[in-house]
């Protein structure tokens, strides 16, 4: 079925964030800076560049922040206009003004696959595409563009992939694919999440960008809790992948810069990598780092 251009965009942030604790108790790490601006100001900003118009965040219980983040601030706009601060007035004009996003709350969190089924009565009965809240992908390579031709070209649901360290792919869900004869994606013919090593089909990991046809909605709906006992995004897929339902699943593999800062020490690489490609101070930082190493 073909159903028209991908307009929306889910943006998942209602994750509990434990693997970032204690800076997580009392604020998203979707809200966590990555140089001056939070990591969920990327994944929006990523999602406005691809031509999505209408953005869903799913929040849980520590959502104030989030809303606040890419409201408008009267107050503060004033008082930069009075110190005539031009460019910091700019900047925080700008996170309000990325478009309308609406919000929905997640209520508890169980699971990813079910922060996404908080999404169906928004999304209704199109493509939509899924970014998640707190991974930063370098959207100078296209990732979402080309899934988002994929998912037109297929009509099925698109994941996207990237190829790790085998001794690292129990940290992510994981596909089996197939070469699509004279294209440059592939066919996915079933996934699992967080296999062990041995148990692991292939090294290739699923990342947080997905561009998905709606019958995962119905799929989701039936789909129990999974690994940890969270409704998981990946078993719906799998299903999607092994019934054919939906148009099949397929996948693009990504060879650019990506980060989870939800994890201490991505997070970490992401601050240093793109603070040491700021004109204001990187030449500064990268000389400073190399005294620091030495
Ligand atoms: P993660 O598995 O990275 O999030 O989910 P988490 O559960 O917050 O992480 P840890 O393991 O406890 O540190 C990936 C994305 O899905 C969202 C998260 O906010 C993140 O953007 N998510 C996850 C939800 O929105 N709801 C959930 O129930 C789970």
């Known amino acids: 079925m073909s159903m028209g251009k991908v307009r929306k965009a889910v943006i998942p942030a209602a994750g509990l964030g434990t693997r970032f604790l204690p800076a997580t108790k009392a604020m998203p790490k979707e809200m966590l800076p990555v140089v001056d601006m939070p990591a969920i100001q990327y994944v929006v900003e990523e999602a406005v560049h691809a031509g999505l118009t209408d953005l869903l965040m799913i929040t849980g219980r520590n959502k104030r922040s989030l809303e606040d983040h890419f409201d408008r601030t009267p107050a503060l706009e004033r008082a930069l206009e009075e110190k005539g601060d031009r460019t910091r007035l700019e900047a925080v004009k700008h996170s309000s003004e990325l478009g309308p996003i609406h919000y929905v709350r997640q209520g508890e969190a169980k699971g990813l696959g079910h922060a996404v089924l908080c999404a169906r009565q928004h999304v209704g009965e199109e493509p939509f595409a899924v970014l998640l809240g707190d991974d930063l992908i370098d959207e100078h390579d296209g990732l979402l563009t080309t899934m988002m031709e994929v998912q037109a070209k297929t009509g099925g649901s698109v994941i996207a992939l990237i190829e790790v360290d085998p001794s690292q792919i129990s940290a992510y869900g994981c596909a089996d694919v197939s070469v699509v004869e004279g294209e440059d994606y592939v066919r996915v013919n079933s996934l699992v999440e967080k296999p062990s090593v041995d148990e692991a089909p292939s090294n290739l990991a699923v990342i947080g960008r997905y561009v998905l046809h709606p019958a995962v909605f119905g799929v989701l709906e039936k789909t129990g ?70």
């Open 225 to 294: 809790p999974g690994r940890g006992g969270e409704i998981q995004l990946t078993d719906a897929l799998q299903t999607l992948a092994t019934d054919g339902e939906g148009g099949g699943v397929y996948g693009v593999v990504f060879k650019g810069r990506r980060f989870d800062t939800g994890d201490k020490l991505s997070y970490l690489k992401a601050v240093i990598t793109l603070a040491s490609e700021r004109v204001e101070f990187g030449e500064e930082l990268r000389a400073w780092m190399k005294a620091f190493v030495n």
